[in-house]
Nanobody, 112 residues
Framework: QVQLVESGGGLVQAGGSLRLSCAASGSIFSNNAMGWYRQAPGKPRELVAAITSSGRTNYAGFVKGRFTIYRDIAKNTVYLQMNSLKPEDTAVYYC??????WGQGTQVTVSS
């Protein structure tokens, strides 16, 4: 079972930036897509961004141009750089090794 540990969440003002990190317990990127999801109170979990094993990325429409997903294969870590944050981005953000495991989540709160 792959273990994923997220970090980097916090409180930020609207327009600010945060970078989330997700450290995997093993070398899985060559065989596994990775994704960042989020869940706001009372709402279902939704995909934010994903990166395939070949490095191809895709984004939800609501974050295009603001968020960037990338990975450091040597560090077994995937990142989510979040810029121009909005209050509606407030949620718990989860990392996922798609089809295998989830991290515990990290809270992101954007104040207006």
């Amino acid at each position: 079972q792959v273990q994923l540990v997220e970090s980097g969440g916090g409180l930020v003002q609207a327009g600010g930036s945060l970078r989330l990190s997700c450290a995997a317990s093993g070398s899985i990127f060559s065989n596994n897509a990775m994704g960042w999801y989020r869940q706001a109170p009372g709402k279902p979990r939704e995909l934010v961004a994903a990166i395939t094993s070949s490095g191809r990325t895709n984004y939800a429409g609501f974050v295009k141009g603001r968020f960037t997903i990338y990975r450091d294969i040597a560090k077994n870590t995937v990142y989510l750089q979040m810029n121009s944050l909005k209050p509606e981005d407030t949620a718990v953000y989860y990392c996922s090794a798609v089809g295998r495991s989830w991290g515990q989540g990290t809270q992101v709160t954007v104040s207006s």
